[in-house]
């Protein structure tokens, strides 16, 4: 069984358009984040909810939206896409307290904007 | 928040052991060190974390200078399979989100 997982692995859309990326882990962690890797390999937090709380937002775009419908999934949706929104996106997850310095990362979400 | 330092890239033979430095000479006293490792077009992996004291796991060795300015993870015997970008992290207590830098490429020749 895949510990986080996302889908889709590729997405490929135009400008202009909203879309949305899925996440699920089935650990039992508490927290749950969205990290982005643009073409520079650097990897950045966007997001990380702790039990539907959103607890940290790394100023990015109000275009980007994280939503937990439960506590093993945090879905980011996507508003009017930029091409500079082209970038892989991992979901990762921990666990509260000590334990949150263990993150686990989905296998990445590649998203080209056209 | 406190940087690390990393060299850009190493090289290392199969089946040796691999030193990867990194220094953090602004560390304060709360920040934990912690190292993660990405494989090619895989999402991050947790190797290893400390505070002051050194640490053991299957993965990995983690040795912290005493004034912890500086560490060293250490791959006891490499293969092709630890071929990846190694991170190391600065966390003070507290904080959730994980601030990667450039990382070490370490690439290993059979």
């Known amino acids: 069984d895949t510990a986080v997982s996302q889908t889709p692995k590729y997405l490929v859309t135009q400008m202009g358009n909203d879309k949305s990326i899925k996440c699920e882990q089935n650990?039992?962690?508490?927290?749950m984040y969205w990290y982005k890797q643009d073409s520079k390999k650097f990897l950045k937090i966007m997001f990380s909810?702790?039990?539907?709380?959103?607890?940290i937002n790394e100023t990015v775009p109000n275009r980007f939206s994280p939503k937990s419908p439960d506590k093993a999934h945090l879905n980011l949706h996507i508003n009017s896409l930029e091409l500079g929104d082209s970038a892989v996106y991992f979901c990762?997850?921990?666990?509260?307290?000590?334990?949150?310095?263990?993150?686990?990362f989905g296998p990445g979400t590649r998203l080209t904007v056209l | 928040d406190a940087k690390t330092t990393q060299p850009n890239s190493m090289e290392s033979n199969e089946e040796e052991p691999v030193h990867l430095p990194c220094n953090h000479s602004?560390?304060?006293?709360?920040?934990?060190i912690h190292w993660y490792r990405q494989l090619p077009s895989q999402g991050p992996e947790y190797v290893i974390h400390?505070?002051?004291s050194n640490v053991n796991n299957r993965m990995a060795s983690l040795a912290i200078a005493e004034d912890r300015k500086s560490s060293t993870l250490i791959l006891h015997r490499a293969t092709l399979r630890d071929a990846a970008v190694y991170y190391c992290?600065?966390?003070?207590?507290?904080?959730?989100?994980?601030?990667f830098g450039k990382g070490t490429h370490l690439i290993i020749q059979p």
């Open positions: 990762a997850s921990s666990r509260r307290g000590e334990a949150r310095y263990t993150q686990y």
């Open positions: 650990l039992g962690h508490d927290t």
């Open positions: 909810y702790n039990n539907k709380e959103l607890i």
């Open positions: 602004t560390i304060s006293g709360t920040d934990y």
């Open positions: 400390g505070l002051t």
């Open positions: 992290i600065l966390r003070k207590g507290g904080a959730d989100g994980l601030t």
